[in-house]
């Protein structure tokens, strides 16, 4: 190439990529460059570079300087290896135009085919075809691709015209149509772009190239590649390639055809040549799903010879990518073609098969077969879904908030939800939204369903540490408590009806749904014994109750990490005497309730320690406000208000005054940052001492029985350093004091969580007080961010990430600059005090892949999330030290 | 002495002493050893170290080993010193037993005097005084003073069995009681000590030495020691030393005498000797006040010798410690005896006269005179207060808020007072707590007086802004809102009736009360000329008014450091107007509304320009939630449900109704972390385009005049850089287009305030965007400690300073470990990434001495305050700079 070495090399001939130019030359770029340098038979072309893409956005949407000579050049070289001449009436050369990004962005441009046609052009191709009809149906084929997408006509202008023409002539299909009919066709199309455009249809294959490149590097930023984007976390400013390809013709009869396929099965992951074929048609057809297809092995009947060439091709590419691969080719009159080779999705069950067969074959290493399964892509076989097989119609759509899908009757209330479920029945809790008090109602549901809030809403929270299936804010449902019904686009589901829900993509469903049911594969089990034997990180599990404990330990759960006792406040028949002990006038009374709940919290934790007989379990005190445990303050707003104009004597309204008063004295202005975690255990020391006498007695009890019990006792929301020494002074006595009651010895820790900045920035003083740390990173993001989550993610943090202020909700993903920063000091402050410090996380984000990661380089000693997502962790830990280049073999 | 090496020297002879052993000595001992060494008559004593009450405690309240020896061994050396014998019959040394901690502390712990006496030296000393009811007198004050300190026997058995003798002998005063008589005093003085110790009084001078010493180390930590340890912020690990003194007499007849006495006046300053003197008296009458002494000049008179010598010795110590000396002298037959000497307390007026006389003087430098008057005394002589002569009793107590004294009709709403106010009337607004739409009421009223709520209440740090005085928690008072009045103690005040409010102790008193009104003296404006010199820090201020900034400027302001202009949104004429653009279905209804709001903001800019003419102004766009603006939810609550049952069908329900909707709507979990700030900025960017519009106008307007405007424009709660690019890419075109219509330039600047951790971790990112920095302390205090104010220092923050968990309210002195070391993230990486940072603080921090020390060490460039504390502040910068040692000059 001419260029002079001062200018950048904007464009590249496939004979000059390669694979490793990926960033340069988009994905399908490198990949036609990669099979031009194997010697496969790839129509030659020229690829513009993403660079071009960027510095045409930087230049104010113009062709960066000395583009258009070195794509006229490439073109010449172009013309060369064809044996063509662009533009020539006697040989015509026809390319395509397509774009060609680093990450394949599906819909975000469509080809433009047959460019290079014009009058004598076709007359060329006729000649040369010996097929009119075929030659003129590529011309008004290329005037419709290049008017509507060039120029931005609407298609169904095009689609209207063609059907008129077809009706006039008496047929149904377009190889009906005479080239006489056709030509007329061509007149119409060119008219219609003539309306729109107030120009002629460009003659020049120069123009209409020029025209159709500066199309590509425009389509980069349509609303619907910005949206797939945002969607798919591609960043904006990667810019497209834009790939100028011969054209190859599969329409040219029954010698010729096209076809994509996959070098393995990307549905199951079988080790066999997978996709569709299409005897006389253009790739584009194939697409469109226009006509039905035959599997690839079509191709080995019409065409063994071909079939075999292409099945030696696809080998040798799977082999020399290391990786299944998605082949597209076009077979003109018997000669095959390869268009396009890329690495193939597939779905969680086919990528698990896949990654564990490779490392079988050799093709890939351990930590290579660990690294190629999406976090995601597990999760999907891990909960149950609705077949998609049964062609379910939803009657509602919501943000998926907990993955899987439940069948179940509709109740309204938790108590009913209870209730039921007692009875055996299966129920779906359908609420407007919830709040601690329906607690007792999710955990009887075997699903829930809300018609407000967000991913970070109370249900939404609840249902996915208890790995129940949530659907919420699906907000076209209408929910009526009070009649105990709701309606959604014209169904109405009353109270015993049945409805599916799927928590995976926030799909309701009226009626049974038939559901597929999760089971752990052989291959999944390999995959997740090397990213154990691969991983630094444990992975623990966040868990209330025995029997999530157990479900925690089946995934393969190395502790709990959080065991939060206020969720058993909250069963049922403890509410009562724990708001008894909270209205309570004196210490004294309040102990008198607290000792009835010494042996009930004694069990649960006699349930959980049982679950968990060798491993650690950290259990967290009392964190949240008090008034959490009471009525809604609202509501005895209401009530006292009304009864004192309707009944302004009844001993009722003095009861609900009463109450109304305590609410109010201890309701909050921001009660995130009042009177919680540990300052409750300042000011009602007996509170926590209950507690721990019940952890203590409950572990020396099992002592006894011989199980291994490990209680770590976490004090929540410390600050300062004198916080936990404090709370640490009332609590110990406790624990000794119950050993020697007991007259046994137990292994415990007393820690804390880090969930304040302050804490994170005084971790080397907190250290000499706590024996291990537990980032609470829900709360840390809060107060890092000063984002109530209540408030922010309904009212802005959606937008933020929209807008790109936030480059992702931190609730969902650590943020690496300010939180991560926070944790960093903590982690390494902390251990400067205290080497053998235990470091975790138990907020949400120890169960996301990106956070894991994270935590992995900050030196953490495990993540601990929902026991649902243990297995993610699993995997999602060893790609950290995959990502890094170091195994621990 | 003669201790072998290894041993810690626990006890100094006076003679071995020195002023520079203060740490170890306390301030008495200090003292006594300078006086000693200057030659100065001094009774021979020794001083056990503070070192050995530190390890009495360490080791359990038991004498460290060695003490012992070490204080027999030196009493030897004083027995010589002396000529005198402890315990000799023929010859007895007395000696008295006093605490001496490093700081002042009165009351810790009373004298125990004539140690030494029993029967054996009490004939003795009969024998050498020849007077027998003297040393009768002696004894029996001893047994009283032993009994009662040492032994902790009520001092009133002892003062009814003395008067019960009275009564018997006949008579009326101590002095009449005859020898005999004394005697039985002295036996009934015994037995009351055998019937409460269940042992006989101490014969051994040993014996009552040692267990006096043990009683001073014991004073230590009695509940009132530590108390006022606590108010002084004394730290509790000092420990205290102990006197022992050999005694001498000022009660042996017309030729002795006692005094205490002041090298200069410690009310005025004025340079005179200043103090008491008693004839024939010990210290103790003195100080018990109960004959009444004449000024020192009376010394002259009766002994003109003696006097001229005191004034010598006064005069050298004064020199000698080059500051006001507190002395306490004894004379013994004719011979002057001193007993003490240490810096003395004075007031605030004292304290800046003396400041600036010694500066004369030669005595002290001016970065000295600069660091010898406290901020807090500095701030008395800043406000009205009342007058101590005027001896008023007040009706109730409260929570001083915010300091001075004001007088003025009470009134119950803030419409009254502000109504009255425009009448000319003085009037005390009086609520049980105050919200900002209580303001426009605030403003009007002369004080403010809230029966609820803390230091950091709405009313306290309003009332602080605008400098008016303020008394928060005043429970005692019952206000009656519907009823227009309040009662305390038993005084009921009904609207219009004159109170007087004192904000400098939190006194309330019913009718007028004398006050001091606040004049600047010469010499206060000479030290703050000192101050401005030798200070680095800059010191700005706080203004939301025009005529806050006019105050700011004559109090030495250099600028406004916070404008806020969400107050100027909360005038009486203003809310509607911003409560129908909160209110509005639309952009455009929003945008009618804002203009309407455009001139106002206008016109308030232009006067705090004017009034700031060549100054920064530092603006904050709108910070709080939207709801704050509306009416309070629960109120419209009840209004609707009353409505509803009352008259289901007016349409008044309908409108209350759907305010309540709106209210419901903006309302939130947590509104200090919620949708406010930037985050409206954001949301509703037609808000604050309306802002800088209405700065941007104001300042071009003015230039045009020849004012010099400087805004800078602050963007509140920045926690993401891209916050802020947002947010100044809205603005800034506004600023431009401004200037642009105006036809002139103004300079102006954007930055942001750090208030949310995030922002300081990641100050390298916002400078890149910000111009300036400003600490919102406050939120940041809140942030980074997870307390909410409103809740916090209510409900816990005032148990955590009394237990020690904090070592002081975060809300008043900035956090060094927390908050203190994100602000120095902030500085140093904010400035790394623009070297040309402004940097300084507007929280409330910004007044508080302690904190503005840790702003000068963290080299912010100002620090901004109410205007009503600039001059406190610039003299805390200064001491900044003297403190670290490094004067500017």
């Known amino acids: 190439m001419g260029q002079t070495a001062t200018q950048t090399k904007w464009v590249y001939l496939f004979k000059e990529g ?9 994905g399908k770029g490198a990949g036609v460059a990669e099979m031009t340098r194997a010697g496969m038979p790839v129509p030659p072309g020229l690829t513009i570079t993403t660079e071009a893409c960027r510095q045409y956005y930087a230049d104010g949407r113009k062709f960066p300087k000395g583009l258009w000579e070195q794509v006229t050049e490439a073109l010449k070289e172009v013309e060369q290896q064809a044996g063509k001449g662009f533009g020539d009436a006697a040989n015509p050369l026809l390319v395509s135009v397509r774009s060609g990004a680093k990450f394949s962005m599906p819909g975000m441009m469509d080809t433009v085919l047959n460019l290079g046609l014009n009058q004598a052009t076709l007359t060329g191709l006729q000649r040369l075809t010996g097929d009119e009809r075929f030659a003129l149906d590529a011309y008004r084929r290329f005037i419709q691709m290049f008017g509507k997408i060039v120029k931005g006509i609407e298609g169904e202008l095009f689609e209207d015209a063609l059907s008129g023409a077809k009706k006039l002539a008496g047929v149904k299909t377009d190889p009906e149509l005479k080239p006489k009919e056709l030509r007329e066709v061509v007149e119409a199309f060119k008219g219609l772009y003539k309306k729109h455009t107030h120009e002629a249809f460009p003659e020049d294959p120069l123009e209409q190239l020029r025209a159709a490149i500066n199309a590509v590097f425009s389509s980069w930023n349509t609303e619907r590649a ?11 400013d990667l810019g497209t390639a834009v790939n100028v390809q011969t054209m190859v013709f599969g329409n040219m009869g029954d010698g010729s055809g096209t076809g994509v396929a996959f070098t393995r099965n990307p549905i199951t992951g079988a080790k066999e040549l997978y996709g569709d074929y299409l005897r006389n048609a253009q790739g584009e057809d194939v697409v469109a799903g226009i006509r039905d297809t035959e599997p690839i092995s079509g191709l080995k009947k019409h065409n063994p010879e071909v079939y075999r060439q292409f099945q030696d091709y696809a080998e040798k590419l799977e082999k020399h990518y290391r990786d299944v691969q998605d082949l597209e080719f076009t077979i003109e009159r018997g000669k095959l073609y390869m268009l396009q080779t890329r690495n193939a999705k597939r779905t969680g069950e086919a990528a698990v098969r896949i990654a564990v067969a490779m490392e079988g074959e050799g093709l890939v290493s351990r930590e290579e077969a660990v690294a190629r399964v999406e976090p995601r892509q597990l ?24 993955p899987g899908a439940a069948t179940g009757q509709a109740v309204f209330d938790p108590d009913t939800a209870e209730e039921w479920g007692k009875e055996g029945k299966a129920v779906i809790l359908v609420r407007v939204e919830t709040n601690p008090s329906d607690v007792h109602g999710m955990i009887a549901a075997k699903g829930i369903l809300t018609s407000t809030g967000g991913t970070a809403s109370h249900a939404a929270l609840v249902a996915r540490g208890m790995g129940r299936p949530c659907v919420v804010g699906a907000n076209q449902i209408d929910v009526d ?4 019904k709701f309606s959604s686009n014209g169904t109405v589901v009353k109270q015993g009806d049945t409805i599916t829900i799927d928590g995976t993509n926030g799909a309701v469903y009226s009626g049974q749904v038939k559901t597929i049911e999760p089971k752990p594969s052989a291959d999944q089990k390999t995959l997740l ?11 623990w599990a966040n868990a209330d109750y025995p029997r999530d404990a157990e479900k925690a330990r089946e995934n393969g759960a190395q502790g709990i990490g959080l065991c939060r006792t206020e969720h058993m406040f909250m069963e049922e028949e403890r509410l009562p005497i724990v708001q008894a002990m909270i209205l309570a006038d004196s210490t004294k009374e309040r102990e008198k ?11 649960d934790f006699e349930g959980i320690f049982k679950a968990m007989h060798g491993l650690p379990v950290v259990i967290r005190l009392i964190d949240p406000p008090l008034h959490e445990f009471l009525p809604n303050f609202e509501a005895l707003l209401v009530e006292a208000t009304e009864l004192r104009i309707k009944n302004p004597k009844s001993p009722k309204l003095k009861k609900v005054q009463r109450l109304l008063d305590r609410v109010e004295q201890l309701r909050e202005a921001n009660p995130m940052l009042g009177l919680r975690g540990c300052r409750l255990s300042i000011l009602f020391p007996e509170i926590t001492r209950m507690q721990v006498r019940a952890i203590m007695e409950a572990a020396c009890n099992l002592k006894k029985k011989g199980v291994d019990a490990r209680p770590e006792i976490m004090i929540p929301l410390v600050g300062h350093v004198n916080e936990l020494r404090f709370v640490k002074h009332e609590l110990e006595p406790v ?11 137990v292994e415990y820790k007393f820690g804390t969580m880090i969930e304040i900045p302050r804490a994170a920035l005084t971790a080397s003083e907190i250290a000499r007080e706590a024996q291990f740390f537990s980032f609470g990173t829900n709360d840390l993001t809060q107060t890092t961010f000063g984002f109530s989550r209540d408030d922010a993610e309904g009212k802005f943090i959606g937008r933020y990430v929209e807008q790109k202020i936030l480059p992702q909700n931190p609730f969902e993903t650590l943020d690496r600059n300010g939180v991560g920063r926070l944790m960093a000091i903590a982690v390494d402050e902390g251990r400067q005090t205290r080497p053998d410090l235990e470091v975790g996380i138990c907020g949400e984000h120890g169960g996301d892949p990106d956070s894991i990661q994270l935590c992995h380089e900050l030196g953490l000693d495990y993540v601990s999330c929902s026991p649902y997502r243990v297995p ?3 995997l999602a830990a060893a790609q950290a030290v995959v990502a890094e280049g170091s195994t621990t073999k």
């Open 226 to 236: 910005v949206a797939y984007r945002r969607a798919e976390k591609i960043p904006d």
């Open 735 to 745: 624990a000794r004091q119950v050993q020697k009651e007991k007259g046994v010895e």
């Open 529 to 539: 014994g090397w990213a154990d034997a691969i991983r630094r990180l444990q992975v």
């Open 872 to 874: 993610v962790a699993r």
């Open 593 to 603: 309730q607290l000792e009835k709940l010494l042996p009930v919290q004694r069990s």
């Open 18 to 26: 390669s694979k490793d130019l990926r960033d340069l030359l988009g």
């Open 481 to 484: 408590l009070r009649e105990r």
């Open 379 to 402: 999760e999907q076989l891990l909960h149950p879904r609705v077949d998609p097989q049964a062609n379910a119609k939803p009657i509602g759509k919501g943000v998926p908030a907990s």
